[in-house]
């Protein structure tokens, strides 16, 4: 059977405002994949449905083309390495290209439209609490993906290492880390190593940040700005510390045996995410009820839609629904609240104000005449 494997990250809401902005036609693929045997056939499916709706608009045959080329070599990636997930987005347009693999997509949807439509996919993406977690270990360094529901292992690409031995007979050392020792926050007990001495502590402490060293360059470009959690024990965790160029890494570490942490290492790394990242959306709506009432508190779609034009919607609450049945005004208010710099949330029903399917708090009234 293929094996789950998360290549491509998610993205917040911020991504979702530069992606808004790009031009047309925008494609969108949400797709379920109960079992990897249909992965390819709804992929291939869905990959019609959307030329079908390009030729509708009159796209040019060459264009269309060209659009359609690396949804094409998409399904043949996946059919081909075997990766697959529960549920796959896709979006394209003449400027963009992602894909993502979810725990879980609760409908298919296909639209070729002006814009991408920004209540399923925050729906999909703004309950996630992303966050990663580089396990530490001289055989076996692993890098994890994370949700509030999910830890998946991530691909690590090979000119990362994973194997301190390996490593070491196949590479040379960063000669940027001889004679220098590594200050700053979370050091610890590891302050003054040096190093060009022959003691077996010294050596292996060199040999290890350098290893670390080529690590942190290596997985950059995969945290996509989201929190680092680091798991090991202690000594090697201050070691990683030192050489730790990712602005995001936290201060708290999960400390034990990466090997020995499998069962709760979910658990622990998303009790350190909470206590960093608390959940923003509970102040805002107490702060919506505060105001509920006054001119400032609206849940008619289309004035919100009009005061979202305007720059003057702070805050959007939205129904989590079915993707299907997302409506115009709604995803064009969300649009307009994100290109003027507001800040959108997608809730389930029962923690929605009233129920409404938009709520909004403006930043100030309307003025008058």
């Known amino acids: ?29 949400l797709l379920p994949l109960p079992t990897p045997l249909e992965i390819h056939t709804r992929l291939k499916n869905a990959i019609r449905r959307a030329e079908q709706a390009l030729k509708e608009r009159d796209v040019e045959r060459e264009k269309i083309e060209e ?14 390495d075997g990766v697959w997930g529960e549920g796959l987005v896709a979006l394209r347009s003449p400027a963009v290209f992602r894909h993502f693999w979810m725990r879980s997509i609760p409908a298919e949807l296909v639209t070729v439209a002006e814009h991408f439509p920004v209540r399923p996919l925050l729906s999909l993406f703004s309950s996630m609490r992303r966050f990663y ?14 949700a509030d529901d999910s830890l998946e292992r991530v691909k690590l690409p090979d000119k990362v290492p994973t194997n301190l031995n390996t490593w070491l007979n196949t590479s040379q050392p960063d000669h940027d880390l001889n004679n220098r020792s590594f200050g700053g926050p979370s050091a610890g007990s590891m302050k003054g190593v040096r190093f060009g001495t022959s003691t077996d502590r010294e050596g292996k402490d060199q040999s290890l940040l350098h290893f670390y060293k080529a690590i942190d360059r290596g997985i950059h470009q995969l945290l996509d700005g989201a929190p680092l959690v680091l798991a090991g024990v202690e000594y090697e965790v201050a070691l990683y510390r030192r050489v730790n160029t990712y ?20 658990e622990r790394a998303l009790e350190i ?30 004035q919100i839609r009009r005061a979202a034009e305007e720059g003057r919607v702070a805050d959007l609450f939205l129904q989590r629904g079915d993707a299907k049945a997302d409506d115009d005004k709604i995803n064009e208010a ?6 003027h710099g507001g800040q959108v949330f997608v809730l389930d029903p029962d923690r929605m104000p009233d129920r409404a399917p938009m709520a909004a708090m403006m930043r100030y009234q309307r003025a008058s005449g």
């Open 334 to 339: 969300a649009i307009q609240a994100l290109l």
């Open 1 to 29: 059977m293929p094996t789950r494997n998360l290549e491509s990250g998610a993205f917040a809401g911020e991504e979702l405002r530069n992606l808004v902005t790009v031009a047309p036609p925008c494609i969108t693929i």
């Open 133 to 146: 977690v580089l396990a530490l270990s001289q055989k076996d360094v692993s890098l994890f993906r994370g």
């Open 67 to 80: 659009l359609m080329g690396p949804l094409q070599a998409l399904a043949q990636t996946i059919e081909t």
């Open 273 to 302: 995410v909470r206590r960093h990242f608390p959940e923003p959306i509970q102040g805002k709506l107490d702060q919506f009820e505060r105001r509920r009432g006054s001119d400032l508190v609206s849940f008619d779609v289309e």
């Open 247 to 266: 602005d995001h890494l936290l201060d708290d570490a999960v400390h034990g045996s990466a090997g020995g942490l499998q069962g709760e290492l979910h």
